[in-house]
């Protein structure tokens, strides 16, 4: 299973995201910040004031937000994860740091 083990805001909607499987990289989250939830969170003072939920293993905001670890994954990786949690890159991902 996948999990969030570190996560740090690196400007406007971007945090750089390190998984349990060993990756890493930085996830534009803007266009996921619509919906009751997320749109508070277009406020950028409120979406950069996140932490890393040791319940969920993933990001957390103080509103109750939060997003799935694999979404995230994908995101911040450009990949998908497989069934042996391994990584399989995207041929069409612009979402490359």
Known sequence: M???????????????????????????????????????????????NFSVSDVLHTLVWENGADLAPEHLHEKATGGLLESSGQTRRQESSGNRP
Do not use: C, Q
């Open 2 to 48: 996948l999990h969030v083990t570190n996560a740090k805001h690196v400007g406007g909607y971007r945090i750089w995201i390190e998984f349990s499987n060993g990756d890493s990289g930085v996830a534009d989250l803007e266009s996921d910040l619509w919906g009751p939830m997320f749109e508070s969170l277009r406020d950028p003072e409120r979406f950069k």
